[in-house]
């Protein structure tokens, strides 16, 4: 038999024609990178190559690395391989790379999602012979509402608080869910504060988009300013003493797991909102059906239970072990992120 | 119903006690009178009966859904409430409805007897159609057990507040035996009627566990102190030559143990006792585990009567003569209590007995000490009284409502403890849902060949930190060796500390042992699994007790085969 276009090493996704890796997990020697998320590009490896979009986000958590950047749909080619960078939705210059040799094509998503948030170039479907897909969110309980009603419930939920002189915290990763929250809150309705986690990414990310304004809370910040408005943090100052200066606030978390009330009620946060940049069920199944691939391999999520369920419709499907993603549960509220590195130590 | 589902959004969106009652007497406030007895019955566990069994509606749910049964119950395992699945997983209706939740109630008490088909299409059709929060509620009302993080006391603090009735006096009118169909709230709440209270008991008065030092409680000689009994707290009432038993829980378990009938006549009408429902084996206190055989039952068997009979410990009178006594101090109360011992036949020990004419009653003994050494030394003598520790109830003090402080103290016995081996592991329900928090332990055993195995004893879902149960958690998902549905078992590698309360010999568990309230204490770390306590290491734990020795289990055995 033959060697297999991509493997899973101990390393991380291996293309041995090319000697290149996908996302991989250990240090290497050339690494292709789908997206700037910390489980996705790590420490270590001699070259990256990645979107364009992602060069600043990967140099802001990891320093000056090699790094080079490529356009949508540009094709590259080492030791005989073809590559190529495809929208992925997920965030800003979140890609899917696409891996094509001797009339063999590849697809490996990263992470991602269908819909359009306004913010990451929107995903595109590739076809495929194998399609090497997340599945964070891969059981029929995961059912998405369209981004415009949540964001309708966010911005009621941030003016019904100014109305009751709250200050509304809301919690989201501060690369990707912090930018895309920014992104359609109201700002009419007050000021947006921010975590210093949030505002640093947010400014490497000014360049490529539009945010409204946003403020960074700081020693000097004074408690009456921030009173009713609106503050955006990460997960992990939930809890914490920073968090004690917003008083008297109620708490929110925008996350695919709020779909759960236990997952909410676990973390002790008033209000969850249902708002996640993976694919839901059916977006899931949607975008598979859509790359015409018949082998399908799962990568992190729910995998052993989607994977049964893609072999019972027909497909050719399994699970592979990565380091993607936590677990199969929010353990953390980070929605398969594990790493916090440097934003908010020892909370 | 519609405003029934916003309150239980409501209350789903905060986490904070006062906005919750703020929620509910709004509610309370505002709502139709059926409907409010009807959110009252829910919220104190009054559902009505079951009209669907749960095997129908994961079915119908996974059909109407259109997924595979097996990926329905997957969902279920990791969401962790059937109602919450269900309405996850059937397509989104959007509308809102407009018939009122008495109606719906109506509705569910009517389903129960149909046909299957008819029961089908009535889910279908309001799983349709109603939004996630109306589809939520509604199918919660049909599995029933509306946990949402609402205690009884809390509903009672809001219906107070709502309607200016005391707290205490609410919680009276509230208990006991009424029927949400039948009753109005006029009649449930509002008004004052005298005949109502025949069977109503007292709010029971619940002690606190001593903090610190039991020095700090003062001069020994304010207290008085019994055994901390280990059976079921119940109330017993005899009004109108009537009997009810209540139990702590606020069930009416009168049915359960017709044993007390006996009471109604040797013991005047008027007259509320409160103590500790026992197992009286051969003229001897039993342990709980006895009395486990009893607590299910809702018909009780002659055989069972003469197997495992019940007496009442009892250790305070709240109603004398047809007046609440409650503002009596301790002291005074025991006075009338002992009293009235002198004045019936009670039970006398020794196994040889002829009990006919004997009430199942017996008196909680009260104990003064000089000083709080000859106290403890008294508390390291409970495992031997069949008590798990003392309880300290000041000599003054009246017979309070609910948990107080001050007054009344238990002080218990420090746990018994072992090293056990995780094996087995199950994600927990509502706010541990989708993590593996409910965990079985084992302990060495030599089999047959004499090789050391593992043999399961106990299951202990509480006492790790949210940061440890997070950490095992994750180490059980990388190190899971089969699945059984949603069990696991799991590589024998960590050992805790497994802290519980009692322990006797049980025919029902496979390792020979049950053991109450067992608890996760510490992880140790520091041992490996050999290091493990044996099965040896907890029967030698068990106090020695005519009926409990493992002579005596075999000896019964024997006689049963």
Same mark, same amino acid.
């Given at each position: 038999m033959n060697t297999p276009l991509l493997q899973f090493t101990h390393r991380g996704i291996y293309c041995a024609p090319a000697k290149v890796y996908l996302d991989p997990w250990k240090p290497v020697d050339k690494a292709i990178i789908s997206h700037g998320h910390a489980d996705h590009s790590r420490w270590g490896h001699k070259s990256y190559i990645t979107h364009h979009k992602n060069v600043p986000i990967v140099k802001h958590r990891l320093g000056d690395v090699n790094i080079t950047g490529k356009a949508w749909g540009e094709t590259f080619t080492i030791n005989g391989v073809t590559f190529s960078l495809h929208p992925a939705g997920?965030?800003?210059?979140?890609?899917?790379?696409? =891996?094509?040799?001797?009339?063999? =094509?590849?697809?490996?998503?990263?992470?991602?999602?269908?819909?359009d948030d306004g913010l990451a170039t929107p995903y595109e479907s590739i076809k495929c012979h194998t399609f090497i897909t997340e599945c964070t969110f891969g059981l029929p309980a995961f059912l998405w509402t369209p981004q415009k009603e949540v964001f309708t419930d966010i911005n009621q939920w941030w003016a019904e608080n100014k109305a009751n002189g709250q200050t509304s915290v809301l919690f989201g990763y501060s690369l990707g869910k912090a930018q895309r929250l920014l992104k359609h809150l109201d700002p009419s309705i007050g000021k947006i504060y921010t975590h210093g986690a949030v505002e640093n990414m947010t400014a490497v990310l000014r360049p490529l988009a539009t945010f409204p304004q946003t403020e960074l809370i700081t020693r000097d910040t004074k408690k009456e300013d921030i009173k009713g408005n609106m503050v955006i943090a990460p997960p992990s100052a939930h809890g914490s003493t920073w968090i004690r200066k917003m008083t008297p606030f109620v708490t929110a978390s925008a996350s695919g797991w709020m779909a759960f009330r236990g997952a909410r009620r676990r973390r002790a946060i008033d209000k969850g909102f249902v708002l996640s940049d993976h694919c839901d069920w059916p977006d899931l199944l949607k975008a598979i059906k859509n790359t015409g691939a018949e082998k399908i391999i799962c990568t992190h999520g729910y995998t052993d239970i989607f994977s049964k369920y893609l072999r019972e419709l027909g497909y050719d499907a399994r699970t592979e072990q990565t380091?993607?993603?936590?677990?199969?549960?929010? =353990?953390?509220?980070?929605?398969?992120?594990?790493e916090l590195t440097?934003?908010?130590?020892?909370q | 119903m519609k405003q029934f589902a916003t309150l239980i959004k409501t209350l789903d969106s905060t986490n904070k006690t006062t906005k919750k009652v703020e929620a509910l007497a709004n509610y309370f406030a505002r709502a139709k009178d059926a409907d409010k007895v009807w959110t009252i019955a829910i919220l104190s566990h009054?559902?009505?009966?079951?009209?669907?069994?749960?095997?129908?509606?994961?079915?119908?749910?996974?059909?109407?859904?259109?997924?595979?049964?097996?990926?329905?119950?997957?969902?279920?395992?990791?969401?962790? !409430?059937?109602?919450?699945?269900?309405?996850?997983?059937?397509?989104?209706?959007?509308?809102?409805?407009?018939?009122?939740?008495?109606?719906?109630?109506e509705e569910m008490i009517a389903l129960k007897p149909k046909e299957e088909a008819d029961k089908k299409a009535y889910l279908f059709e309001n799983w349709r159609q109603l939004n996630y929060y109306e589809r939520f509620v509604f199918t919660k009302l049909i599995t029933g057990g509306?946990?949402?993080?609402?205690?009884?006391?809390?509903?009672?603090?809001?219906?107070?507040?709502?309607?200016?009735? !005391?707290?205490?006096?609410?919680?009276?009118?509230?208990?006991?035996?009424? !029927?949400?169909?039948?009753?109005?709230?006029?009649?449930?709440?509002?008004?004052?009627?005298?005949? !109502?209270?025949?069977?109503?008991?007292?709010?029971?008065?619940?002690a606190y566990a001593v903090e610190g030092e039991v020095e700090d409680l003062g001069a020994v000689s304010n207290w008085s102190f019994e055994h901390k009994w280990d059976g079921i707290r119940c109330q017993v009432i005899i009004r109108n030559d009537e009997l009810f038993v209540w139990s702590r829980g606020e069930e009416l378990v009168t049915d359960k143990y017709p044993e007390f009938q006996k009471f109604v006549g040797p013991i005047p009408n008027g007259t509320v006792l409160d103590g500790e429902l026992l197992p009286y084996v051969n003229g001897e206190l039993g342990t709980f585990n006895d009395l486990q055989t009893r607590i299910g039952r809702k018909t009780v068997s002659k055989n069972l009567l003469v197997k495992t009979p019940v007496i009442l410990k009892a250790y305070d009178v709240l109603e004398w003569k047809g007046k609440d006594i409650r503002t009596k101090t301790f002291v005074e109360r025991r006075k009338i209590l002992e009293q009235l011992f002198r004045t019936i036949p009670v039970i006398s020990g020794g196994a040889e007995q002829d009990r006919t004419e004997q009430l199942?009653?017996?008196?909680?003994?009260?104990?003064?000490?000089?000083?709080?050494?000859?106290?403890?030394?008294?508390?390291?003598?409970?495992?031997?009284?069949?008590?798990?520790?003392?309880?300290?109830?000041?000599k003054d003090s009246p017979y309070q409502v609910g948990r107080k402080k001050g007054d009344w103290w238990k002080w218990k016995v420090d746990p018994l403890t072992i090293d056990a081996v995780l094996t087995y592991a199950m994600r927990g329900h509502g706010r541990r849902s989708n993590l593996f928090t409910d965990y079985t332990f084992a302990l060495w055993q030599e089999n047959n060949e004499g090789k050391k195995e593992l043999v399961t004893f106990a299951k202990a879902y509480s006492g790790l930190t949210d940061k440890e149960f997070k950490e095992v958690d994750a180490w059980i998902k990388k190190n899971?060796?089969?699945?059984?549905?949603?069990?696991?078992?799991?590589t024998p590698h960590h050992v805790f500390e497994i802290a519980f309360e009692g322990i006797a010999f049980s025919k029902r568990h496979k390792s020979g042992v049950a053991t109450r309230f067992p608890r996760i204490l510490r992880w140790r770390k520091d041992k490996k699994i050999e290091e493990a306590n044996g099965l040896e290491d907890l029967k030698a734990l068990i106090s020695p007790s005519p009926q409990s020795t493992p002579q005596k289990e075999e000896e019964a055995k024997n006689t049963k085969e």
């Open positions: 997920h965030i800003i210059g979140s890609s899917q790379i696409r =891996v094509a040799h001797k009339g063999e =094509v590849w697809v490996f998503t990263g992470d991602y999602k269908l819909e380091q993607y993603g936590e677990e199969e549960g929010p =353990v953390s509220l980070e929605e398969g992120n594990t440097g934003e908010h130590a020892n | 009054r559902r009505p009966p079951r009209p669907v069994n749960t095997t129908l509606l994961r079915e119908w749910a996974a059909e109407l859904a259109n997924i595979p049964l097996w990926l329905f119950e997957e969902s279920y395992h990791i969401v962790g !409430d059937l109602a919450e699945t269900i309405a996850l997983v059937v397509p989104a209706g959007e509308t809102s409805s407009e018939k009122s939740l008495t109606v719906f109630l509306f946990r949402i993080g609402v205690s009884q006391k809390l509903m009672t603090r809001a219906l107070s507040k709502a309607t200016g009735i !005391d707290e205490d006096v609410l919680a009276y009118k509230l208990m006991g035996n009424w !029927d949400p169909n039948t009753i109005s709230f006029q009649d449930l709440v509002l008004e004052e009627k005298e005949s !109502d209270y025949l069977s109503k008991p007292y709010p029971f008065y619940l199942p009653l017996l008196l909680s003994e009260r104990m003064e000490f000089k000083s709080w050494e000859e106290v403890a030394q008294e508390r390291n003598r409970a495992r031997e009284m069949r008590s798990e520790g003392l309880m300290l109830k000041r899971t060796l089969e699945r059984f549905g949603p069990v696991r078992s799991v």
